[in-house]
Structure formats: structure tokens, C-alpha cells
């Protein structure tokens, strides 16, 4: 008998040996049946998996919905700082800011007691960074060198239907020496009535070296008050006709 006719032979004897049931138990331990449920299963894992990645989704689309709300609205004021009325002739420096014609006013500014004025009604920010916000846009922050203007500037702001509660920031401050009141220009302020408002018997400014930057008052009809420069108010933009 050759070699291999001998090991089929022993192999042989040794499934014998076993009987049917041990042979059976062997192939299961090695080969497992396939649980029934398993086709189930695997289908819940996966809906689950798709289901956490819609829920990510969900959140990651409203987070940059907010954020895009802010942009366009940034985006607005920039755009409209640099678009001028092609039938009034603007024109655009070298700088790339808005130099107006006489009469002209850019994007939206308007036409305010001789200047052209733009309140930011949907940005709330530090005195700095108002500043900032209205350089930016090609001006400043606002300054009345006359009663005239400042009245034509409170009805601006009034048919804005601005909330009272809310405060507007113009160019005007004491940082460099405590209780000299002067516009961004370097120009003395003008003090008392009409321009600066009042608290009971108290006329403004009377906040002393915490408050050193002045706004526009909503509870007091929009009088000007001193206030801690650190407040988040609206900034008054400016443009002065050339």
C-alpha cells in the first residue's frame, strides 16, 4: 500500500472514530452558523450611522446659516460704501474709498443736514471699533458743528424707528485730557443744551474718567451722554460732501 493510500486510510478510520454528531460539532466550532439576525442588524447600524450623519449636517447648515447672516450684512455696508449712482457721476479714489460729488451720497448714506450720514442698525461694537467699522466704509464717526445739524441728524435717526434702548456712537470724546470734550476732527465740542442730554437734575457729561467716549442716548430721546468707551453701541457713520 503506497504512502497516501495509508494517511486516507487513517483519516478514514479517525471519522469513524468520531461518529457523525463529533464531525457535525467540529465544522460549527470552526464555521459558526450565521446568526438569523445578522442581516437585520447590520441594516440598523448602518441607518444609524446615516442618521448621525444627517443630524451633523442639520447642525453644521444652521451654524453657517448664522454666520452667513452676519457676512451678508457686513458684505451690504461694504458693497454699498463703494456703489455710487452712475447718473450722479461718483467716482472712486485711488485709495479705492468713495469720493462724493457735490449732492451725492454713497450706497446708503443719505443726504443729512449737509453731510451724508448712515446708521448701522444691525452692527453693535466698542467706540474703536465703530470707528473702524465707519473708516472701513469710507467716513467716520459723526460730529454736529451746529445745532442745525445735530437736529437734522436726531430726525434721521428717529425715522429709523431706532428702539430707545439702543445707543448710538458719534465721534466725540475726553481721552486725551479728562473733561475736554473734542470731536475726532480735533474741534472743540459743544457743551450743554441742545446737544447734551440729562439724567434727573444732572446735566452730561458728568461720568468722569470711566466714561470718555460719546453716544447718542436712546432713553434721553438721543441727547448726547458720556459712556465707558468699552459700551457695544451703533456706530453713526459720516461722509461730508466735497
Not at 192 to 198: D, L
Not at 211 to 238: R, V
Request: aromatic share 8%; hydrophobic share 40%; glycine share 10%.
Amino acid at each position: 500500500m503506497g504512502p497516501t493510500a495509508v494517511v486516507l486510510w487513517m483519516v478514514a478510520g479517525a471519522v469513524r472514530a468520531l461518529g457523525p454528531h463529533r464531525v457535525d460539532s467540529l465544522y460549527d466550532e470552526h464555521y459558526p452558523p450565521i446568526h438569523p439576525n445578522c442581516t437585520q442588524s447590520l441594516t440598523d447600524l448602518l441607518l444609524l450611522r446615516q442618521e448621525a450623519k444627517l443630524s451633523e449636517l442639520t447642525l453644521a447648515e444652521q451654524t453657517s446659516t448664522e454666520v452667513l447672516k452676519e457676512a451678508v450684512h457686513l458684505l451690504a455696508d461694504i458693497r454699498n460704501s463703494l456703489t455710487f449712482d452712475q447718473g450722479a457721476g461718483g467716482a472712486v479714489s485711488s485709495r479705492g474709498r468713495p469720493t462724493p460729488v457735490p449732492g451725492s451720497c454713497p450706497g446708503n448714506f443719505a443726504s443729512v443736514g449737509g453731510t451724508c450720514l448712515y446708521l448701522a442698525t444691525h452692527t453693535d461694537v466698542a467706540w474703536g471699533a465703530a470707528r473702524q467699522f465707519c473708516q472701513d466704509l469710507g467716513g467716520d464717526l459723526a460730529i454736529f458743528r451746529d445745532a442745525n445739524a445735530f437736529a437734522a441728524a436726531l430726525d434721521y435717526i428717529r425715522n429709523l424707528a431706532t428702539a430707545r434702548a439702543k445707543n448710538v456712537w458719534v465721534g466725540g470724546y475726553d481721552q486725551i485730557e479728562e473733561g475736554k470734550w473734542i470731536w475726532i476732527t480735533k474741534e472743540a465740542m459743544p457743551k450743554g443744551t441742545p446737544y447734551w442730554g440729562a439724567i434727573g437734575f444732572g446735566r452730561e457729561p458728568r461720568g468722569g474718567a470711566g466714561e470718555n467716549c460719546a453716544l447718542l442716548y436712546g432713553t434721553d430721546d438721543f441727547m448726547i451722554h458720556d459712556a465707558p468707551c468699552s459700551w457695544s453701541c451703533k456706530p453713526l457713520c459720516q461722509i461730508t460732501h466735497s
